[in-house]
């Protein structure tokens, strides 16, 4: 029979959201408790994975467990351990609709559960008693949503501290902008000896019959790709409109976090600090990605040109991991969500104070993501890949001529920490992909080539 321990060792390494693949497992143990005494039982564990490179990681689990296995969940079936006297079978309680309830009904009564604490951001808005069912492209975390009126999203890795997205979205409640879905609670978890409580779940309003812009983008790029002869602005599918709006929502989101949560002037040190921390990072990352080393040198300089710029920078809180997969359309706008920063980088420096120009780093790559993916199964296509360039360029343009109208502030011009920023978030896409979808690896390191002048 097994111990839990050992179904997570099996388990957790094919999970989507966990971060340590590859990495070998020195040692792991778990505890847990009971969030709901209901049928099915609902139980939250934390399991601790020691790595056998000295790492360690926290992971949140919840499982639900019946007394028979059910054919109905067997795509949540984890397996069995001994209980008391009889068998009992765990499942992936995020995938059991039947145990996603409490989560709300904490949430809407403020309750306190062992070491669980649930608060709700304001009255009355929390809607209980629905069931959640799993966003279907789940990623670094898992959501539930609860009948097209609110997402649960559970933070799978915990670290001390809160986390920036519930932060974020907590301090631009008070802006109303209409850029972001507003928060309606939120979960912590104490930390057993006696550190910062960890930050375990938000709950945002859902919005409704939306489509998310890497969908949107990429269904424009194949429309160009399908008309041989015309150009990106010649399409029907042309998304240069809305990469403007996108420009204008992004400044606007800008401006209210500048507004309500702590700027300061960029200090003349802090230009070194940052072209140091990029290198730092490339170095780390030519580890895992030994294809990187090629370019190195060339990265290397564009990051020098930031130690000796001058460039007047304001540094605020910044969405941190901004991508096309991150903002969805509406009939109205575009909403942009995910505060979270990026999920590998440690919590402290996600919530540093940082030049709003990383967030446009990550919107121009994932422009050129959405031109490029389409190329990884033709990569001699000259034809496409120029089409995917003009594309690329358009979009980028169109979404800096929006940010620059809706902030009287140009970000795109001939700048050095702009073109550091994009190389520095193309060299942890290439550590992503690696790990990931090692068949998308090319995508950034290309860019990379260019970047750095070699291409
Ligand atoms: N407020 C929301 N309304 C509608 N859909 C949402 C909302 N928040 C997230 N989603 C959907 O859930 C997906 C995952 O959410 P996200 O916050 O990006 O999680 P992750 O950190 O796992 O990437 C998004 O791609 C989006 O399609
Ligand atoms: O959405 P997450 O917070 O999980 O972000 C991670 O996964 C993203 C992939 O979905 C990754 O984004 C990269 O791929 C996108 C296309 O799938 C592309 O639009 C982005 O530009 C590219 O960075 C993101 O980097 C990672 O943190």
Redesign the pocket.
Known sequence: MNALTDLFREWIPQQRWFGGKGREWAGVTEDGFFLDRGNPVLSVHRVRIEYADGGRDTYLVPLSWRDQQSEELEHAYIGAVAGEGQESYAYDAMRDRESTAPWLIHLANGSSVGPMHFSPAGEGDIPEGLPGDIVS?E???TSLVYGQEAIFKLFRRLEPGLNPDVEVHRALRRTDNEHIAPLLGHVEIDDAAGGEPATVAMLQTFVPNASD??RL?TASVRDLYAEGDLHADEVGGDFAADSERLGAATASVHADMAAVLPTEPAAPEWYATVARQMTERLAAAIEVVPQLREHADGIREVYAAVAGSSEPVVRQRVHG?L????VLRTATGWIIL?F?G???RPLASRRELDSPLRDVA??L??????AR?MLVEQPEDTQRAYRAQEWAARNRAAYCAGYSEASGLDPCGDSPLLRAFEAD??V??CV??AR??PH?LM??LQSLARLAGRD
């Not at 991508?323 to 991150?326: E, N, P, S």
């Not at 790559?365 to 959405?370: E, K, T, V």
Request: aromatic share 16%; hydrophobic share 25%.
């Open positions: 492209t990623q670094s975390n812009g890497w983008a991991d991508h096309l997969g991150q995910d979270e990026e999920p590998a990550g919107m790559r994932s422009f050129d993501y959405a993916h978030k193309a942890y896409e992503y992909e990931n979808r998308w995508i950034p």
